[in-house]
């Protein structure tokens, strides 16, 4: 070491401020190590040169490969996201996942179909549709649940596990995906975006539909509505909502002889279908007093947040059975009817008498959960906790291919 090399150094160790100490010993070892370079011949001089770039690329590469990256990292990687809309059911949330990440800066679009060899980054909601083909690239975003007593096939737990990332919208499937050593994955709960506003005008009819519900009504898929959905059948009349498209499976299977618009006027009217999307769905809405959520499988289940939001958007009152996830449950306990199953019936009948001697109390209350919906439930602010997450880069290069 030059003399000049430990004269600085004897005064970094007198020096009291620790960060210039710090800053005075690396630019001795700049010094030295230039001192060092200039006294080699030209030729060792490069080499030395390659040779340090060598070992800077190699301990770089280590060090990226265990650096933590966080989800906005990931996704800016891409040259473009595309959010598949390949399924009305999803539609509405596509929209509102492509406004809310544009809005925190992130350069995505909506597609309704996306070559399989596309540069993108693409995000889809039906990775359990093993029939379907997914592109090189792609960011599951699960809205199915896989806590319940359903078996899921090994095939989509491949799927998973190939995917750039897996979005969830439940802590409650998470906790399965980790089971399956699926650890690549990130919250992203379902909010409120302004998207999802409905564009029908009010109805020119009023809210004169008392129970709603869209959903299976029967087949051994969802037999845990069966005594549910009798229960609510045989406490109410079947409302005929002629003009709409949802009207045409009314009930799903023959109505009792008392459902008729004609008799039994005292119960409550109720449209049960099975098929009622996009615009209809819509119009529904506007119809509507009352909406019913009932879960489809047995087991642990989760709020099924996607058919309840959008009712509550619309200033329809909404009763649900509980669920097995105590955060969507505690999220919306100020703004939905939570009951136990085998009492749904009877507690709807009950809301339903509460409106009819209070008529106004309807849009009072169904503007104060739309206004608690606003408060609690931002998509904006979900998704932007969800950018924020830390992904170890390792890992996610592995599964998506970075």
Known sequence: MS????????????HPCSSCVALLMVAAAVLTLATWLLAIPEVAHQNA???LQIHHRKWSKIFARDMPVTVADVLARSPHVVIHDRIIYFTYVAKALNQTLVELGVNCSVAKEVPHNSNATVI????????????QQYI??????????????QALWDRFKAAQMVWDYSLENIKVLHAHNITHTVHVPLGYASTMDNPEPPAATGRDVDLFFVGVLHGGMCQHRHP????????????NVSGLQCATQTWGVPAPPNSTDKANTTLPSAVLT????????QQMHR??????????YPGKTILEVHRVLPLVVDRVLVMSEYSDDPWWDAQYNDIVNFTQGPYLAHNMLEVLKQLQQN??????????????????????RYVSAALRQQMPSRHVACAGGL
């Not at 003399?3 to 150094?9: K, N």
């Not at 119809?287 to 489809?296: D, E, P, Q, Y």
């Open 3 to 14: 003399s000049a090399t430990i004269a600085a150094a004897k005064r970094v160790k007198t």
């Open 49 to 51: 040169l390659n040779n």
């Open 124 to 135: 889809t909601f039906m990775t359990h549709d093993l029939g379907a083909n997914l592109t």
């Open 140 to 153: 599951s975003y699960n809205f199915e649940q896989l806590t319940t007593s359903k078996q899921w096939p």
């Open 228 to 239: 549910i959905l009798e229960a609510v059948r045989h406490a109410s009349r079947h409302k």
């Open 274 to 281: 099975e098929s009622c999307w996009d615009q209809a769905l």
């Open 287 to 296: 119809r509507t007093k009352l909406a019913l959520n009932i879960h489809c």
């Open 359 to 380: 008529s106004s109390s309807l849009a009072t209350e169904a503007e104060r959960r739309y206004q608690r919906l606003l408060a609690c439930c931002s998509y904006n």
